[in-house]
């Protein structure tokens, strides 16, 4: 693929280093830096819903889309969830919620840090600094070389789900001077309601037959 100008990324990589991306405690054990998922994601028997960081940074979210409409679609790549990663180094891992082809690019100042293919047809050494690379991450091994500088990556996937998505997705649209996500023309600050949302627990036991905790509510 032809690369993208660097000028396609000066507000994303603006922005991220405005407000630094937050630590992913559920990624702390495939690399190192940090790495924050935006659009849908899975909820533990739960619909998925857009993740916390879309409402926490919905202008992020938006710069993302933008950038989506503008270089990922025409590349043949639908999408629903978008990965970002910030000085990450991931290891070899492959994406196990990714379904079909992602489209992934990597931006910023630094040196080193290329993308490692393990297996299959597009496996070697990649240079993904303004230069997008598709491929199924879900069934390839891959991982990230050393670097040294600012590297910043964009990760455009389907989100894997065994359970039905939203009906309707909500928009983020610019209002009154900040940015916000409407359903349909209602303002909305947080995601689909939880079914346990404001009720107590009762009890908490422990299943002596395996271990588990078993939580009650009133």
């Avoid at 992020?60 to 950038?67: A, I, P, R, T």
């Avoid at 891992?93 to 990714?98: A, E, I, L, Q, V």
């Avoid at 393990?118 to 879900?138: A, M, N, Q, R, Y």
Wanted: one cysteine or more; charged letters at 25%.
């Amino acid at each position: 693929m032809n690369p993208i100008p660097q000028t396609a990324f000066d507000e994303i990589q603006k922005e991220i280093e405005r407000r630094s991306l937050q630590q992913n405690n559920y990624r702390l054990h495939s690399g190192k830096g940090r790495s924050q998922a935006f659009g849908l994601v899975n909820r533990r028997c739960l619909h998925p819903d857009f993740s916390r960081q879309c409402w926490i940074r919905p202008y992020l979210y938006k710069l993302l889309l933008d950038f989506g409409d503008t270089y990922v679609r025409p590349a043949g790549v639908d999408f629903n969830a978008i990965t970002v990663n910030e000085n990450y180094a991931a290891t070899k891992h492959r994406d196990k919620h990714n379904t079909g082809n992602s489209f992934l690019v990597a931006f910023g100042s630094f040196t080193g840090g290329a993308l490692v293919i393990h297996e299959g047809d597009l496996s070697g050494v990649h240079d993904v600094c303004f230069k997008p690379i598709i491929t199924d991450f879900s069934k390839v091994y891959h991982s990230v070389n050393d670097f040294d500088g600012k590297r910043f990556s964009l990760v455009y996937y389907t989100l894997v789900s065994k359970r039905p998505l939203p009906v309707e997705l909500p928009s983020v649209v610019f209002e009154n001077g900040s940015y916000i996500f409407k359903r349909g023309d209602v303002p909305i600050t947080n995601g689909l309601p939880h079914p346990l949302k404001g009720r107590k627990k009762k009890t908490i036991e422990m299943n002596k037959e395996d271990g588990e905790f078993i939580v009650s509510f009133e």
